[in-house]
């Protein structure tokens, strides 16, 4: 289903469809890929061109879609999208410094989790300053609010390396994000990832939430509240129930909508 073919103010039916649906084709990966994008811009986490996010393609050839580099998150089309290997090579023909253009240095990160985890088919890397400033602080995200909490005892740190394009360390990212979904990259950003794309992006979406509260609550110098170890964990628990992958559909189209 194409979204542009949705009349605006038509009933929501077919956009829950499309979000629950499973993206079963490549043209339908693009579509939601793209959309991911403009969301990611919509929430403000972007940083112009940089960053990635990578959307596996279905089938067995372990091909992914990536942002063309140079184009804003905020203007992404499915075709602006481009089908690349395990290495960040384009897959299809095209120009390299126009179609076909994308940073293989910042696939680097992607690929290791996607050659190393695939339950998982989308990954987000962001530059927020409250991601950044979180990854700055020794004792990472901290258990101080419910959003974090999603998080507890659930989330990877990877220590700073510089700009991720040795290909070795991509063996040190993956140990490090562990069994996790999400992961901190010190004193650099936050990464999530979903094994569909609604959950990649409710799992940035409360990161980077978690985040944001952890630097308003630091910054007023009191002294800061922390639920027991038992509460914590509970909480946590709570959000991998049953129903947790129809909250994420649910919220995927309710997003569209802003679209």
């Not at 949705?6 to 890929?33: C, F, G, K, M, Y």
């Not at 990854?135 to 258990?143: E, I, Q, T, V, Y």
């Amino acid at each position: 289903m194409n979204l542009a073919d949705i009349p605006l103010q038509s009933t929501t039916d077919a956009v829950q469809a499309a979000a629950a649906a499973p993206a079963s084709t490549e043209a339908q990966v693009r579509e939601d890929l793209a959309a991911l994008y403009r969301l990611v811009a919509h929430f403000k986490m972007t940083d112009l061109i940089d960053t990635h996010i990578s959307a596996r393609v279905p089938g067995p050839e372990n091909h992914f879609l990536i942002n063309r580099y140079g184009v804003l998150f905020h203007e992404m089309r499915p075709q602006d999208l481009v089908k690349i290997d395990i290495d960040g090579r384009p897959v299809d023909p095209g120009d390299p410094e126009t179609t076909n253009r994308v940073n293989a240095a910042g696939f680097t990160i992607h690929s290791a989790v996607h050659m190393a985890r695939h339950d998982l088919a989308c990954v987000i890397h962001t530059h927020t300053a409250d991601g950044i400033a979180v990854a700055c602080r020794a004792k990472g995200l901290l258990p101080i609010t419910q959003h974090a909490l999603r998080f507890y005892d659930r989330l990877g740190y990877h220590d700073y390396e510089g700009i991720a394009v040795d290909l070795q360390e991509r063996e040190r990212l993956v140990a490090d994000l562990g069994p996790h979904k999400a992961m901190i990259l010190r004193n650099h950003g936050l990464l999530a990832a979903g094994t569909t794309i609604p959950e990649a992006f409710v799992n940035i979406y409360f990161l980077e939430r978690a985040c944001q509260a952890q630097v308003k609550a630091t910054s007023g110098g009191d002294e800061l509240v922390y639920p027991s170890a038992e509460v914590c964990e509970r909480t946590a628990r709570q959000f991998e129930r049953p129903t947790a992958m129809a909250y994420c559909n649910r919220v995927w189209a309710a997003a569209l909508r802003l679209l």
